[in-house]
């Protein structure tokens, strides 16, 4: 098996035709059937269906897929790494962000680190902590900035500081004059909550069992902007973090108390693997930005 082999299944893959892998590979049809043919003979599977208008991958194939992925990312890496040790920041460098961390400081720090690394070409997204896990582990991502639950056998997850969740409602509601809020208060006002995969609905759902509280959710939704749009113009409420109102006027926040909901949030990191020069100093930017706001 060769490393071509696996360049080119990985491109039928993605493109789902031999047709447009050949011309994207630049090499001829027949050259990259009888490639993939090689491929399949020395695995003693079929890899993929050959329908008449596209190639899908088999059951075997979406398998081999996900390890071809982390060993193309390894093999990458690698060469990064050759090219770091002679002081060369260069590339791609994907990286994963929740949703309030885009009212935050990390603005700031994107900014700078591309003023200071033109190489380098940044791709951060907003994702779930499930999909941040299942893309750092495959290698399609480089770190990720998440609400940390602490280490686990894939993935180390470093600190940055400790976050406490609020109420958000409008500053017209009855209650937006108040500087705290009991959490046993949150009985008596209509929330809305994000959809069960995202960690702060998680979290949330695993404090209010622990504290005995039901509360009063009358909508979830997957997007933090439509949540605080339609609490801006009702009196419903929801807990998130204090940072995304920072950006948007007509909210207010009100501290919980009694107890406090606190998470950690965290650089997150694939525990095998080596981490690229680019996600190192990015790393840094942003615990240094992090730690010189938490320290005042």
Same mark, same amino acid.
């Given at each position: 098996?060769?490393?071509?082999?696996?360049?080119?299944?990985?491109?039928?893959?993605?493109? /789902?035709?031999?047709?447009?892998?050949?011309?994207?590979?630049?090499?001829?049809?027949?050259?990259?059937?009888?490639?993939?043919?090689?491929?399949?003979?020395?695995?003693? +599977?079929?890899? @993929?269906?050959?329908?008449?208008?596209?190639?899908?991958?088999?059951?075997?194939?979406?398998?081999?897929?996900?390890?071809?992925?982390?060993?193309?990312?390894?093999?990458?890496?690698?060469?990064?790494?050759?090219?770091?040790? /002679?002081?060369?920041?260069?590339?791609?460098?994907?990286?994963?962000?929740?949703?309030?961390?885009?009212?935050?400081?990390?603005?700031?720090? !994107?900014?700078?680190?591309? !003023?200071?690394?033109?190489?380098?070409? *940044?791709? &951060?997204?907003?994702?779930?902590?499930?999909?941040? %896990?299942?893309?750092?582990?495959?290698? &399609?991502?480089?770190?990720?900035?998440?609400?940390?639950?602490?280490?686990?056998?894939?993935?180390?997850? +470093? #600190?940055?500081?400790?976050? %406490?969740?609020?109420?958000? *409602?409008?500053?017209?509601?009855?209650?937006?004059?108040?500087?705290? @809020?009991?959490?046993?208060? @949150?009985?008596?006002?209509?929330?809305?909550?994000?959809?069960?995969?995202?960690?702060?609905?998680?979290?949330?759902?695993?404090?209010? +069992? =622990?504290?005995?509280?039901?509360?009063?959710?009358?909508?979830?939704?997957?997007?933090?902007?439509?949540?605080?749009?339609?609490?801006?113009?009702?009196?419903?409420? #929801?807990?998130?973090?204090?940072?995304?109102?920072?950006?948007?006027?007509?909210?207010?926040?009100?501290?919980?108390?009694?107890?406090?909901?606190?998470?950690?949030?965290?650089?997150?990191? =694939?525990? =095998?693997?080596?981490?690229?020069?680019?996600?190192? =100093?990015?790393?840094?930017?942003?615990? &240094?930005?992090?730690?010189?706001?938490?320290?005042?």
């Amino acid at each position: 098996m060769e490393l071509r082999h696996l360049r080119y299944f990985i491109a039928i893959s993605e493109l /789902k035709s031999f047709t447009r892998a050949a011309e994207y590979l630049h090499i001829s049809q027949p050259t990259l059937s009888h490639q993939i043919k090689q491929l399949e003979t020395e695995l003693g +599977e079929p890899l @993929l269906d050959r329908l008449p208008r596209r190639a899908e991958l088999n059951a075997a194939g979406t398998v081999f897929k996900t390890y071809c992925m982390r060993m193309l990312k390894e093999l990458d890496d690698g060469v990064q790494a050759i090219g770091d040790l /002679k002081g060369l920041v260069r590339g791609t460098l994907r990286m994963a962000l929740f949703h309030s961390y885009t009212s935050s400081l990390l603005g700031p720090v !994107l900014a700078e680190f591309a !003023l200071r690394y033109p190489g380098v070409r *940044v791709i &951060a997204r907003i994702s779930p902590r499930s999909e941040m %896990e299942r893309d750092l582990l495959d290698g &399609a991502l480089d770190l990720a900035i998440a609400y940390g639950s602490g280490d686990t056998d894939h993935f180390v997850s +470093e #600190t940055l500081f400790n976050e %406490e969740l609020v109420l958000i *409602v409008s500053d017209s509601n009855s209650l937006a004059k108040r500087a705290s @809020l009991p959490m046993r208060e @949150l009985a008596n006002v209509g929330l809305i909550m994000l959809t069960d995969e995202f960690a702060a609905r998680e979290y949330m759902t695993h404090f209010f +069992e =622990r504290e005995k509280i039901t509360p009063h959710i009358v909508m979830e939704m997957n997007a933090v902007a439509t949540i605080l749009s339609t609490v801006r113009r009702s009196t419903l409420g #929801t807990v998130l973090s204090e940072g995304v109102v920072e950006n948007n006027s007509g909210l207010r926040a009100i501290r919980l108390v009694r107890p406090s909901p606190k998470r950690a949030c965290a650089i997150l990191w =694939r525990r =095998r693997g080596s981490r690229q020069a680019a996600a190192v =100093r990015m790393a840094d930017m942003i615990r &240094a930005a992090y730690h010189d706001v938490h320290k005042r």
